[in-house]
């Protein structure tokens, strides 16, 4: 991660940015994307033969666009909701009572991370590591972003974890800063996992192999 984290120190929450779709930390990625198939259509035409060669630009901004998409989720009811879209790849109870539901996400999902739970955000920690594929046991040494959240029913971690093809997370708050439920955290670019932990006494709702959303679906049993 480079000098553009976040301190831990708590600073204004910047002014709100237009919903224009795109995820916020996406640029450095989609906009040369963009710019390489605009320039590739355009010289493109007039020549079947330029048209072919600009396919593999169109088709990458393409993906690109799909995969930085950032669509707004309605109001879900629930203690505890998803912080990613992906699957569930595990339920893991942890020695001091709490419960680790993982998802993983693959390229397909959206990967705007959600808060839980509103709170305080207490801790934004980077930690580095490798780079394995985020389904591998190995993964638990990847490079990863540790969020601590302050919540109304006590303390929850959310764990951003890079994946095999991911070099880069983004976090968009920093401690001290107050957060709302299923408000954006942060980005992971490409395929990765997200973890949250709930409290010790707090049952899952979800099942291993079961598809989430972020922000929508609830993770805790009443």
Do not use: C
């Amino acid at each position: 991660m480079t000098d553009d984290s976040p301190t831990t120190s708590a600073s204004p929450r910047p002014a709100a940015r237009p919903r224009l779709g795109m995820a916020q930390g996406s640029a450095p990625w989609l906009v040369p994307a963009l710019a390489a198939a605009g320039a590739a259509a355009l010289a493109a035409r007039g020549s079947r033969a330029r048209t072919a060669a600009a396919l593999p630009a169109v088709a990458l901004a393409a993906g690109m666009t799909w995969f930085f998409r950032d669509p707004e989720r309605g109001p879900a009811t629930g203690r505890v909701l998803s912080a990613a879209d992906g699957v569930v790849q595990s339920l893991d109870p942890q020695p001091d009572g709490r419960v680790r539901v993982a998802v993983f996400m693959n390229p397909l999902n959206v990967h705007v991370n959600r808060a839980p739970l509103a709170g305080v955000v207490t801790g934004v920690e980077h930690r580095p590591g490798g780079f394995r594929p985020a389904f591998d046991k190995d993964s638990e040494r990847n490079e990863r972003v540790i969020w601590t959240l302050e919540t109304e029913i006590g303390e929850v971690t959310v764990v951003q974890i890079a994946g095999a093809m991911v070099r880069r997370i983004v976090p968009y708050l920093a401690a001290g800063q107050k957060v709302e439920q299923g408000e954006r955290i942060g980005l992971i670019r490409f395929g990765s996992r997200v973890d949250v932990y709930l409290p010790a006494g707090v049952a899952p709702a979800v099942e291993v192999g079961q598809k989430v959303r972020a922000g929508e679906t609830r993770l805790d049993a009443d």
